[in-house]
């Protein structure tokens, strides 16, 4: 058996009680000048946690000013705004971009090396500063990955990647999903979902990363419909945030592959947020990796209990058309020329997903260029 490396959160808490778990740790932490990289829809939580700690002197700065597809530009002007504050803690709170913004804020507050020379992949050399995050979203599962994401002035996808941007702790309460639109839970629950099923059907996949895998996928396929029709299903929000949490602990020793790759260049040149990207593209990456990935296609669908003791190959064809419904089911239209994409565009997009090599690489079947084209075609 190959050998896997994990990289966690010293401290996970997850449930109805988390958030007050980490406003009890802030208390305890010793930390005095608090700062958050947050979003507006979590101000009474943040109000919260300002009440809470005032007394024993811990000032709380709130940053919302992170937008979707953050560039590294975004991330310097926050950056700065943190040193400025002098903090001794970093929290994330919200969805993907402000945790993965919150992220390398905490490595690089007191890094000399510059964001040019961490990007990639094992190049950041410290972190000193506590970080910790709270996801809004079930999703990104970022809380739990060493990747932070940004777009650079070229406007390709960049990943800062190592162990060092996995937080100290996160809190998953799926009380702060229950005011996400239905959109936004369908879209971030696809992602989740996406990085579930990538983790799985991938070339370097391993059987630890498969128990998380398979369960993730199971929790979110029987989910993700009902949070997505009553927001204020809290039984429902769980199970699809701790299928996020199960997937983002995929992203780590094994991560994404074709549908990533190809997701990317829809944000990056149509600013279409990411886990609509992936929703766009899902089942046709899947229709594509078939020959090369029936067994697992196969198992993925047994365990959303669609194969109806089917063989391998007709199972696996039942998982895609299940997964196209459960997409449709969650108001979705997966189509690019649904969200304005031409056909024109096609061509460059197949230029800069090929790009992504660091994720292809992953994929069952190899991706070469004439393929991009003709998923993103069938994805039309």
Do not use: W
């Amino acid at each position: 058996m190959e050998s896997i490396t994990f990289h966690f959160p010293a401290k996970l808490v997850v449930g109805g009680e988390a958030f007050a778990s980490f406003v009890e740790d802030i208390r305890s932490s010793g930390c005095k000048r608090i700062f958050v990289v947050g979003t507006p829809h979590t101000a009474e939580q943040m109000e919260q946690l300002t009440a809470a700690t005032s007394e024993q002197g811990i000032r709380v700065l709130v940053d919302e000013s992170i937008v979707d597809e953050p560039t590294f530009e975004n991330f310097e002007e926050v950056l700065a705004r943190a040193r400025g504050f002098n903090t001794d803690c970093v929290v994330g709170v919200g969805g993907g971009s402000a945790m993965d913004v919150a992220k390398l804020i905490a490595a690089q507050i007191k890094n000399r090396q510059s964001t040019r020379e961490v990007a990639g992949i094992g190049n950041l050399a410290e972190r000193q500063t506590r970080m910790i995050c709270l996801p809004t979203t079930s999703g990104t599962g970022s809380e739990m990955s060493p990747n932070a994401l940004f777009t650079d002035a070229d406007g390709q996808k960049v990943g800062v990647i190592s162990p060092y941007l996995v937080p100290d702790a996160a809190y998953v309460c799926p009380e702060l999903t229950a005011s996400v639109p239905p959109a936004v839970t369908a879209a971030t629950g696809i992602d989740a979902f996406t990085h579930c099923l990538e983790g799985f059907a991938n070339r370097f996949a391993h059987p630890m990363t498969d128990m998380l895998a398979l369960e993730g996928i199971r929790l979110i396929a029987e989910s993700l419909e009902r949070a997505c029709r009553d927001g204020a299903d809290l039984d429902a929000r769980a199970r699809v945030a701790l299928g996020s949490v199960y997937g983002g602990m995929c992203l780590g020793p094994v991560n994404t592959g074709a549908v990533h790759a190809l997701a990317y260049p829809l944000g990056t040149q149509f600013h279409i947020p990411h886990g609509l990207s992936n929703a766009l593209l899902l089942a046709e990456v899947m229709t594509f990796n078939l020959p090369q990935a029936t067994g697992r296609y196969a198992q993925v669908a047994r365990v959303m209990g669609v194969a109806d003791g089917a063989g391998e190959a007709e199972a696996a064809s039942n998982g895609i058309a299940h997964i196209r419904k459960l997409i449709e089911a969650c108001g979705i239209d997966a189509r690019l020329s649904a969200v304005g994409i031409p056909r024109e565009a096609i061509p460059g997009l197949a230029e800069d997903a090929i790009k992504v090599q660091r994720l292809l690489k992953n994929n069952p079947r190899t991706v070469e260029l004439e393929d991009a084209v003709a998923i993103y075609e069938a994805a039309f």
